[in-house]
């Protein structure tokens, strides 16, 4: 005898299949798997590797051409290409400081979903020093060394490039550079040669040279009058005599070849 068996609807297979657990989930929050699979199809075809970046001087100034030169082939070697979400912005701020000798402060923000917003503040180059006529030093006022220059022929092409550039020139035998613990390069003792300059340029005197030797700072002008100071002594002291005198210099258009302020009366030479 045969036995009809009837077929269950097709809907009713349909509804236990959504019924399933597994599958009920899926449905439920489809939005989301759909958001989630997106997100992975972006990320197989490199929609959030880093492509390119944008470069600013938090000073507002122009960036040198050597120096974005120098960043551009550290973003090519460490970040360009990386995955956005695989790296943290404060260890590469960091690498690129200590990379790039012109970098004084250096701020890297992310940009959805593949770009960088790179804004630097920057050692600008004030002087070139010589020192011991082997060596010279493309220096910043701070005494940072920023590069090494001038291989061969050095003496005539450290002198000529400070001329060439406007910059100060740094004569001496005495100072040896050192490393900081930041990565930085600096020649030993320019912080104080620093604040002499500061100090003078406030009067609106232009320097064209700089020499120490004997532990003597000798700062020549562009009117080529000189200034004497002493670097085993107290510097701030003798910046307080030169204040004083430059004041009456100023006041009396006084003339003078130069001034030493080694001592506690300053001696001043016509």
């Known amino acids: 005898m045969d036995i009809d068996i009837q077929k269950q609807p097709t809907n009713h297979i349909k509804d236990r299949i959504l019924r399933f657990k597994p599958v009920a989930f899926v449905k439920k929050n489809l939005p989301i798997f759909t958001v989630l ?37 550290y973003m090519g070697e460490k970040l360009i290409g990386k995955n ?10 960091k690498e690129m400081f200590s990379s790039v000798p012109y970098i004084k402060e250096v701020n890297i923000e992310k940009v959805i979903p593949n770009r960088l917003e790179i804004f630097v503040d920057l050692y600008r180059p004030a002087s070139t020093a010589l020192i011991r006529e082997t060596e010279c030093y493309l220096l910043s006022d701070e005494g940072i060394v920023l590069d090494m220059i001038c291989q061969e022929d050095t003496v005539n092409c450290c002198k000529a490039y400070a001329t060439a550039q406007s910059l100060y020139l740094f004569t001496s ?63 701030d002291l003798q910046l307080e005599r030169y204040i004083a005198v430059a004041n009456r210099v100023k006041s009396d258009n006084l003339k003078f070849k130069s001034i030493d302020f080694r001592f506690e009366r300053p001696v001043l030479k016509n």
């Open 37 to 73: 699979s997106v997100f992975l199809f972006s990320l197989l075809i490199g929609i959030w590797n880093i492509k390119k970046y944008t470069l600013t001087d938090l000073q507002g100034l122009e960036i040198p051409v050597n120096v974005s030169t120098l960043i551009d082939k």
């Open 173 to 235: 035998s005495e100072v040896d550079s050192s490393s900081r613990e930041n990565g930085k390069q600096e020649l030993l003792i320019m912080e104080n040669i620093y604040k002499a300059v500061k100090v003078i340029q406030t009067y609106g005197y232009e320097i064209s040279a700089i020499s120490l030797k004997d532990m003597v700072l000798e700062i020549t002008l562009k009117t080529a009058q000189t200034f004497k100071f002493s670097m085993s002594e107290d510097l």
């Open 84 to 93: 956005y979400f695989s790296f943290s912005t404060t260890t590469y701020e």
